[in-house]
């Protein structure tokens, strides 16, 4: 079955702080789908990255990166230089190819960037 | 364009009774998912459609919970004889073609079972 852990509930950090996000995965598929969503204060998820099983490239987007290591079944998710804005509840999610349609969602990772 | 829309953003209802939870998808998108996230936690899955058909009800929770979607379009999810556990945030989300791409969520609707 799959699975998705983030184990950091809460972080904190000061606006301007590099802060990472881990996550955590399992799963007997080797064709598989990992995701970042973000959840701002309005509730609304907003999509962030969708990575394949055979590209552990790492991606760049602005502030945000992401570090594939499928050797040690990690996603892990870096927002550089943070601001207030970046407040939120980001959630990691894994999609088997063999595995239905759904995706399993972490239990999310609250980040409160003070000013 | 617009996005995942969702009505009603609340509602409250009384143990036993039934709910209805409507579901319009960014247009052009065939598929359709429906979550139920409770207080601190990830969304969690509920039922997938491709086109008017259910492709996967898997994640539906007992015989209670139905969701159609009869003309390719908007979604309804039904509940009934609701239970005080069935209180979270329903979350309906659209895909432009299904299978794993990146699905697109809507605001939710909160319900509430007193």
């Known amino acids: 079955a799959q699975k998705v852990t983030q184990a950091q509930t809460e972080i904190s950090v000061v606006e301007k702080e590099d802060v990472t996000l881990d996550c955590v995965y399992e799963t007997r598929d080797t064709t598989y789908y990992l995701f970042w969503y973000k959840q701002p204060p309005s509730g609304e998820l907003v999509f962030l990255i969708r990575r394949n099983s055979f590209d552990e490239q790492n991606e760049i987007s602005g502030r945000y990166s992401w570090n594939f290591q499928k050797s040690t079944s990690s996603f892990n998710f870096t927002i550089t230089a943070s601001q207030v804005v970046d407040s939120a509840v980001y959630f990691c999610?894994?999609?088997?190819?063999?595995?239905?349609?759904?995706?399993?969602f972490g239990a999310g990772t609250r980040l409160t960037v003070k000013p | 364009g617009a996005g995942v829309s969702q009505t009603p953003s609340n509602k409250v209802t009384e143990k036993g009774k039934y709910v209805e939870l409507r579901c319009d998808p960014i247009s052009g998108h065939t598929a359709l998912y429906w979550y139920r996230q409770s207080l601190g936690q990830g969304p969690e899955f509920l039922i997938y459609f491709q086109g008017t058909g259910a492709a996967d009800d898997s994640g539906l929770p007992n015989d209670r919970f139905f969701a159609v979607r009869p003309e390719g379009s908007v979604s309804t999810l039904k509940i009934q004889r609701t239970e005080r556990g069935d209180s979270a945030v329903y979350l309906c989300a659209s895909s432009l073609a299904g299978g794993h791409g990146e699905q697109y969520f809507g605001p939710g609707t909160r319900l509430t079972v007193t």
């Open positions: 999610a894994l999609s088997e190819a063999r595995g239905g349609n759904d995706m399993r």
